[in-house]
């Protein structure tokens, strides 16, 4: 088989296969509910209930995407500039260590410097993480692919020891957890009284940043380039490789981000179970907002919208969470079939 | 070689349409290829020939039309009914493995290759009574991967025709062999054509055209504009009837070249992969000259062209940029040294495919005032130095906010050309700059490049193709095993003489050049 490409797709072509996907998706998680033993109908509505029926689950979805905008947008900026960067996890860890460092008691700042400080470092921590591998790659030729992915989990045992060790809480009753932060190294709530922080602001702010980084300035222009013609890019004088790291610290300070918000906005103190696979679904969401920015943000509530959604029907209907990663990779499986259609149709010989 | 009109049709297209959303690539197209005829498919890039015989082998499925081979109609859409309907090609770009020998590479895919009896008896046997009837002399125990592009283009016939094809078609296949082996070509097209064979040749080259073909059939925008017996036309009438208007030579005015504005001395690069470095090569461009650089392809062209470029460093020997020594050498410093370059591969090196005309046009600019500002981008500068060039150098477009990738070849092209030529370079390196052109596009760049040269820029123009480098160069050198010739002066020597040299004559030792 091969593609065969469609200069002009038809708009039938552009909203039906998509909504095709969609409707596979609906389809197969209903089956899979019908095998679990519940009506799939009344499965799919609490999972919509559970996401967004009510002021608790709508926000609780929007605290549950703030992770995901911020890891979504470090793989998003990676992948642009054909950077494989799965090592969003371990950014994520290096961002929350950081904000546990420096936001128990070691800079006597007030809140509205202390803040900004901390999520710089947590920045800085987490573009130094994926620095070494892709100076790795751009001068030894080591694939970064499997140089960040074995990053996450060199980074989970090294937060595990800072856990057992030097950043173990002495009040924590002997738990593998760090010290809670101090008030002014919070992140406030947007509106008092709602459980939503100003991390989920920050990830909209971010995302629009990262938008305009990437159309308006030069550094977006030579990130673009490498991605889609490399050597083209090499040919026209564009410095192929220190495009490539500055992608990369964009990159890893995204990703930081996301622990920084996590620590500071939502938890208040560094488990080892901070993120559950944050870094590795933002591929997922980065994959199905297409790599563009302003997609990942709504990607990203989809999919924290699901899994919020899955864990409350869950409670009520008694069908595996399971649903929700299902539903997941059902989405984006079809989902980027279904967009590769609309340009493409196939011929088999 | 014209056949009589009663000969057997072994073609047959009928009212073959393609359409690509507004575009007709093929519009009605109907033509017969007879028993024992050679006929020449001429048209301009993008004028519908590929399209055209990717509908033959089924690779695109014809809007309108039917394809009928000895009689049979082929059903559409089946690569391999084409193949064992006995129609062969030999593609531009080879398609053999490197790695096993020539008699592996006729036998893959037939079957034979995996029985116990392969190289043995009767498959061999049969190859060598081929290689002597067709006049293809190759060694079929000789691997692949050492063979000369010539012998390789012999392998691609010799495994057509071991395949039973009855029908060769023969995609631009004159572009990469001397003289010398376009001439043992003909020879074999003639055996084939004298033992029933029919040929159908593709090719923009119009003397070859006249010298192989019985008809000439021109492909225009999509539509067959004429088919005519070769011995009733000439050069000039086929070239009038590809582009639609009369074409004129391109003229070189007489005058004294100036300083020396590149030299390079005794300079050595490393080989990269299959790719021959430099070896020991001396050059030196001057203002207002053209200097052409003939070889047959994959000789160390890439490797000059990589060097003049910025893309690669000498390994030993020197360089000096308008009489001083670069202290650094990447493409930057080459553009800033006033060296614009046409790269040979516009697709993958010369352009981003997915970026719009205006995003290209800056590619090699951006980082520079006007159109970067303290790290923003000033799109509006850009996209008025985009309508600059497609203005000036004709770019046919939709508009700057097109992407390239819809573009023809010469249309983009010509905007690699304005890219080039708009920052008023002292040295300009021209890799292949007309190959897959239309005449008209083709006219356009050379002038182009003349009127530089006029103007005072050092031109390195490289080309496979020898005329173009004969009738535009005001000095030759041939290139072989990244080894230079001396400078031979406009209109010394003549087609064969170089083509000596191309084949790697007069290169054994030092003393023995001019």
């Not at chain 1, 030097?166 to 738990?175: E, I």
């Given at each position: 088989m091969r593609l065969e490409p469609i200069p002009n797709p038809s708009a039938l072509r552009r909203v039906g296969l998509p909504a095709g996907a969609l409707a596979l998706t609906v389809l197969i998680a209903s089956l899979l509910a019908l095998l679990a033993g519940a009506n799939p109908f009344a499965t799919l509505g609490l999972i919509l209930k559970g996401a967004a029926g009510s002021r608790f689950a709508l926000l609780e979805t929007l605290n549950r995407a703030t992770p995901l905008i911020f890891t979504g947008l470090a793989v998003a900026v990676a992948f642009r500039a054909?950077?494989?960067?799965?090592g969003a996890e371990a950014q994520l860890y290096a961002g929350a260590v950081v904000t546990v460092l420096l936001g128990t008691g070691a800079l006597p700042l007030p809140s509205v410097f202390l803040v900004p400080v901390i999520a710089a470092a947590a920045m800085l921590a987490g573009a130094l993480v994926l620095l070494g591998p892709v100076l790795l790659k751009t001068?030894?030729?080591?694939?970064e692919v499997v140089t960040t992915l074995l990053f996450n989990f060199i980074m989970l045992l090294a937060v595990s020891w800072l856990l057992e060790g030097?950043?173990?809480?002495?009040?924590?009753?002997?738990?593998p957890k760090s010290p809670a932060l101090e008030k002014a190294a919070r992140l406030p709530?947007?509106?008092?009284?709602?459980?939503?922080?100003w991390g989920f602001g920050l990830a909209i702010l971010s995302a629009i940043a990262v938008r305009v980084i990437q159309t308006r300035t030069t550094l977006g222009y030579e990130m673009r380039a490498v991605g889609l013609n490399a050597e083209a890019a090499r040919f026209a004088g564009i410095p192929v490789g220190r495009v490539m790291v500055k992608t990369a610290l964009l990159s890893g300070g995204l990703a930081a981000l996301a622990g920084f918000s996590e620590v500071a906005?939502?938890?208040?103190n560094l488990t080892l179970?901070?993120?559950?696979?944050f870094g590795y679904t933002g591929i997922i969401v980065a994959m199905l907002a297409l790599l563009n920015p302003l997609g990942v943000v709504v990607s990203a509530l989809f999919v924290a919208g699901v899994f919020v959604g899955a864990d409350s029907m869950s409670r009520a209907a008694?069908?595996?969470?399971?649903i929700a990663d299902i539903l997941l990779a059902t989405a984006l499986l079809t989902m980027v079939l279904a967009l590769r259609l609309t340009t493409a149709r196939i011929r088999w010989r | 070689m014209a056949r009589e009109a009663g000969a057997e049709v072994v073609l047959r297209l009928d009212g073959i349409t393609k359409r690509f959303g507004a575009l007709?690539?093929?519009?009605?197209i109907s033509f017969e290829l007879r028993r024992g005829e050679v006929i020449a498919l001429l048209?301009?890039?993008?004028?519908?020939k590929t399209t055209l015989m990717n509908i033959l082998f089924g690779h695109y499925t014809a809007d309108a039309g039917t394809v009928e081979v000895f009689g049979h109609p082929l059903p559409p859409g089946h690569p391999r009914a084409a193949l064992a309907a006995g129609v062969g090609m030999v593609h531009q770009h080879f398609t053999l493995?490197?790695?096993?020998?020539v008699l592996e590479n006729i036998l893959?895919?037939?079957?034979?290759?995996?029985?116990?009896?392969?190289?043995?008896?009767a498959a061999r046997a049969r190859v060598a009574r081929l290689s002597r009837d067709f006049g293809?002399?190759?060694?079929?125990?000789?691997?692949?991967?050492?063979?000369s592009v010539g012998e390789r283009q012999r392998v691609e016939i010799l495994k057509a025709l071991y395949r039973d094809a009855r029908i060769l078609i023969l995609d631009?296949?004159?572009?990469?062999?001397?003289p010398q082996e376009t001439t043992a070509l003909f020879e074999t097209l003639r055996k084939a054509v004298a033992l029933g064979l029919s040929v159908i040749f593709i090719s923009h080259k119009l003397g070859e055209v006249m010298a192989i073909s019985a008809r000439v059939l021109v492909l225009r925008h999509g539509r067959l504009v004429g088919a005519v017996a070769t011995a009733d036309t000439d050069r000039h009438k086929l070239a009038e009837m590809m582009v639609g208007a009369e074409i004129t030579a391109p003229k070189l005015s007489d005058h004294t070249p100036g300083p020396a504005l590149l030299t390079l001395s005794n300079v050595d690069t490393p080989r990269r992969g299959n790719a021959p470095g430099l070896n020991a090569v001396n050059l030196t461009l001057r203002a207002g000259q053209i200097t052409g650089l003939a070889g047959v392809?994959?000789?160390?062209q890439a490797a000059l062209a990589a060097l003049i470029g910025g893309l690669e460093s000498p390994a030993h020997g020197g360089m000096e940029l308008h009489g001083v020594v670069p202290a650094d050498w990447s493409p930057r410093a080459a553009l800033a040294a006033g060296i614009a370059r046409i790269p040979e591969d516009r697709h993958r090196t010369g352009t981003?495919?997915?970026?719009?005309l205006t995003e290209n046009a800056v590619l090699?600019?951006?980082?520079?005032?006007p159109f970067s500002r303290k790290g923003w981008m000033d799109w509006a500068a850009a996209e008025g130095f985009a309508r600059k060039i497609i203005e000036t150098y004709d770019?046919?477009?939709?508009?700057?906010?097109?992407?390239?990738?819809?573009?023809?070849g010469g249309n983009m092209q010509k905007l690699i050309l304005g890219r080039a030529l708009e920052a008023g370079p002292k040295i300009i390196l021209a890799n292949?700059?007309?190959?897959?052109?239309?005449i008209g596009a083709v006219t356009f760049v050379h002038n182009r490049l003349i009127a530089a040269r006029d103007a005072g820029a050092a031109v390195l123009l490289i080309s496979e193709d020898l005329d173009e480098v004969m009738a535009l160069s005001d000095v030759i050198h041939v290139i072989y095993e990244g080894r230079l010739s001396p400078a031979f002066a406009r209109g010394t020597m003549s087609p064969a003489e170089l083509g000596t040299w191309m084949a790697g004559h007069g290169f054994g030792e030092e003393s023995d050049a001019a």
């Open positions: 054909k950077l494989w960067n799965i001068r030894a030729g080591v694939d030097p950043l173990k809480d002495p009040m924590g009753m002997g738990w709530r947007i509106v008092e009284g709602l459980r939503l922080h906005g939502l938890k208040g179970d901070l993120s559950p696979g008694g069908v595996p969470t399971y | 007709v690539a093929n519009d009605a048209g301009e890039n993008g004028a519908g493995a490197d790695n096993m020998t893959l895919g037939t079957g034979t290759l995996l029985s116990p009896r392969l190289g043995s008896g293809l002399s190759v060694d079929p125990g000789a691997r692949v991967g050492t063979l631009e296949p004159t572009a990469v062999l001397t392809s994959g000789n160390g981003v495919a997915d970026f719009t090699e600019c951006y980082a520079e005032a770019v046919r477009c939709p508009g700057p906010a097109a992407r390239i990738r819809l573009l023809s292949q700059p007309v190959r897959g052109l239309d």
